[in-house]
DNA sequence: CAGTGGTCTAGACCACTCA
DNA sequence: GAGTGGTCTAGACCACTGT
């Protein structure tokens, strides 16, 4: 009856994924929630295997899903992303709270934050950052790398060059702690009190390392910031590359129009 | 002699697709290049098409090689990204050129932009808009979709949600020619000058219909930017959302730090 | 036309999870 | 041990690109 009815032109491994895609959209499978068997839904669409692991895989490029070796394939769950702000280099919510933005951020979500610094040494810089410090590639600089987790997760890399002429042997150059207030507190004390930032953002797809390192599942990007900090004279004198997982962090900038 | 050789307890598909990334990062497979085809790999390493297929699908997903049906594997081209910066907004660059930022830094790339609106409609906004505009989600707004494009390759697309009781009957509200200077020149018009601008960045991957529209190769991100355009008063009077392609976009800010 | 990637089949064995 | 995803094989046919 009706209309005659259309051949559907769509591949297999396509229509499978179509279907599961529309299903999670219309909430059927609600985020958490198990999507059937590969062996399952060969044999429910008539096709091998491979065929219903293809749509699978497509799915998970997609970011939509996320397989569990030897549980399952589940829809990811949305986890609300952490929105690192602007006033992440305030000087008034540094001294008001005494938690980094980062804290609070993790906390207000019920989870537990946690960073720490991995290593402190002494190197030559990559091309990019020499470029924002106005400093020879080849001059050495302190490299402070940091990570910082939420309920021992990690959910980003922040990697700090700082001019050795700045550092010299204040607590910037030792892997001691800082002390109370954030890296910028230590700053002011040099006679570096922040006063602009610069901050150059891009997206990409995360290398072998920092899919292991960040422990990232498939078909998730990261953020990756390269962040200037300038002092009242326009000076460089401090720059951070931070790496974040895509599907955990956010920015959230709110700034004047300038001229 | 020497050492006893240590198996290789890798996988056979994370073998070859390690032994081509090596390639690709020691320079040997320069941007651009041909890889060897799929039938070349399984025969070089004894594996089933499919395994060199597999490997050659890894790199796809980490962004560093794209596959051209009937052509071969080519290691992806790196383009420089176009940087979008916060003196986007600028009223002196406005004036001063003529020109959007966007037509100056496609130009600057040597390419040549254009941009289009492919419509304009009264509607209810998504959630989130609605809640940037401090307005119901009942309540209509005028929804501009804007195009842009580099040699006519799409490479953005911004979607802009106006209040009615801001448009009115204003060139904002229609599908003509929004005349000299930028959007927020009519803006400026109507008493609503650009004073403060808010952006909450994500990255994700594209869901099918970006995929199409942004003509995306597999293994890149999007960027998405909700804007938030906010007049003297602090008052938000436009929201737009870009959608932009990761492999081709990137942000660029500097900004006061207040407080 | 030959050569390429795109898709699919029908099996196989392994590693992991959970009751 | 039953069920799951992860990897692999050895074929097949198709669609697209080049000469």
Redesign the pocket.
């Known amino acids: 009856m009706s209309d005659k009815p259309e051949a559907d032109t ?6 499978i994924a179509d279907d599961l895609r529309a299903s999670i959209e219309r909430g059927e499978l609600p985020p958490g929630g ?9 044999s429910r ?13 497509i799915l ?1 490029s997609e970011g939509l899903v996320i ?7 589940f829809v990811r769950p949305q986890t609300p992303l952490m929105r690192l702000g602007s006033n992440r280099y305030s000087r008034r919510l540094r001294s008001e709270t005494g938690l980094s933005p980062f804290r609070i951020e993790v906390t207000k979500q019920g989870r537990v934050p946690k960073a720490e610094c991995r290593s402190v040494t002494t190197e030559p810089p990559p091309a990019d950052v020499a470029d924002r410090l106005g400093i020879d590639p080849q001059t050495p600089v302190i490299r402070r790398e940091n990570w910082y987790f939420a309920d021992d997760e990690p959910v980003q890399v922040g990697v700090t060059y700082i001019p050795v002429d700045i550092a010299g042997d204040s607590p910037l150059a030792s892997e001691k702690k800082l002390g109370k207030g954030s890296i910028y507190a230590r700053f002011e004390d040099l006679g570096y009190p922040i006063a602009r930032i610069r901050e150059e953002i891009s997206a990409r797809m995360p290398n072998p390392e920092e899919m292991t390192g960040l422990a990232m599942p498939p078909g998730v990007p990261v953020i990756e910031v390269l962040h200037t900090s300038l002092d009242e004279q326009r000076k460089p004198f401090e720059v951070t590359r931070f790496v974040m997982r895509g599907d955990l962090n956010g920015l959230d900038y709110e700034m004047p129009i300038e001229d």
Chains 1, 2 share one sequence.
């Open positions: 769509r591949l297999p491994s396509r229509r198990k999507l059937p068997s590969e062996r399952d839904l060969a669409y008539g096709t091998a295997r491979n065929t219903a692991r293809e749509a699978i895989s998970q397989a569990q070796h030897g549980r399952g394939v």
